[in-house]
Each structure stands twice: as structure tokens, then as C-alpha cells.
């Protein structure tokens, strides 16, 4: 395997579309250890952009520091990627929009603002599949999940206010559950305190 750097560049000049898929590079033995990890701090807040002959063929790649190590990005070339201007769908999108849409549209993506945890995106289908499989390993019958149909909507305010509503009615349904438990809570802890106070 053979690498031929071009440049380097700041990490954020990279555009994420033209990225495909990461490995994972690390020190081949315990000489290279430290030549590793002087490159990967000298790198800090760049990306290396070469070509790497791989699996018979050509890549262009992209390598920057990540932690304790350096990961190598393949990376798709200019011509692969179609420009925004030849999608000829978007011709027709409006740039005149109504403010009240923008301002509720903001208010729909604000319930929905938090700290990002890719794990709680599992696999629906996946796990869906394997269900299937588990059940008629067992013997059982298969029923398949129904899925909701959404709500036909034709006005763009309607739908956003639809969702507002149902994010509103999920938030006072959690509320309504806070409440009732923090009583039950109450009313456990209080027992336990006289015992204390008796037994002195």
C-alpha cells in the first residue's frame, strides 16, 4: 500500500458530503509509537488530503487526529458529487416565505432540541426482523406491527400546528406521571424517618 500526500487543510474546509466511509489508523508496532503520536498533535485542527492505492484501486483520502489516534476518511472526487443547481426539483422552491410558517416551524424543532446520543437510534428494522425470526423459532404466530398512518394534511400551518399538539400533549402527559410519583415518593420516605426519631 502506497500514499502520496497533496496538502493539508483545515479540518472544517472539508465538506461532509464528499465523505464516505472512516477507518481507524493506529502505530504498526511499538517503534512507530512515537513518530504517531507527534504527527497526530502536530495535525490538530488540520486534515492531510492524499490519494491511497487500496483494495486495487485509487482513493483520494482525507486523514485527521481523533482522540488518541488518526482516522482516514475516503472520500468521494469533485466529479462524483452532483452540484445543488442540476436538481431540477428545487427550481421551484420559494424564497419568499411567511414569517408566522418560519416562526412555528422554529418552534417545532425547538421541542425537539437536546443533547444528540446516537444510541437511542436503533435499528427499527433490524430488531423488527429479528423478532419475526425469534417468534417462529418458537413456534409462535407472527403478528406484524401495525404502523399509524400520518394525518393528511394539505395546509403547511395546519401540519405545524399538528405537531405542536402532539408535542405539547406528550409533555403534559409526562408531567401528569412526575406528579403523581413525587407523592408516592413522599409518603415512603416518611415512615422511615419517624422510625429514626422513635428509636432515639
Not at 498533535?41 to 488518541?68: D, F, S, T, W
Not at 475516503?74 to 419568499?96: C, F, G, Q, W, Y
Not at 399538539?165 to 409518603?187: G, Y
Amino acid at each position: 500500500m502506497s500514499r502520496r500526500s497533496v496538502r493539508f487543510t483545515e479540518v472544517e474546509a472539508i465538506d461532509p458530503i464528499y465523505v464516505e466511509r472512516p477507518y481507524y489508523l493506529a502505530p504498526d508496532g511499538q517503534m512507530a509509537l512515537e513518530a504517531f503520536a507527534v504527527i497526530r498533535e502536530g495535525m490538530k485542527g488540520k486534515a492531510g488530503i492524499g490519494k491511497l492505492a487500496l483494495y486495487g484501486r485509487e482513493y483520494l483520502v482525507a486523514v485527521q487526529p481523533r482522540e488518541k489516534g488518526l482516522v482516514m476518511y475516503t472520500m468521494r472526487r469533485s466529479n462524483e458529487v452532483r452540484s445543488m443547481d442540476a436538481i431540477e426539483e428545487l427550481e421551484n422552491v420559494p424564497a419568499k416565505l411567511k414569517p408566522e410558517e418560519i416562526k412555528m416551524a422554529k418552534q417545532v424543532i425547538g421541542n425537539f432540541e437536546g443533547q444528540l446520543d446516537l444510541t437511542e437510534y436503533k435499528d427499527a428494522y433490524q430488531e423488527e426482523l429479528q423478532r419475526i425470526i425469534d417468534a417462529k423459532i418458537a413456534g409462535q404466530e407472527v403478528v406484524a406491527t401495525e404502523e399509524q398512518a400520518p394525518p393528511k394534511v394539505v395546509n403547511l400551518m395546519d401540519a405545524l400546528r399538528q405537531s405542536l399538539d402532539r408535542v405539547s400533549s406528550t409533555k403534559k402527559k409526562a408531567a401528569k406521571v412526575a406528579e403523581i410519583e413525587k407523592p408516592a415518593k413522599a409518603a415512603k420516605a416518611a415512615p422511615v424517618k419517624e422510625k429514626k426519631r422513635a428509636r432515639g
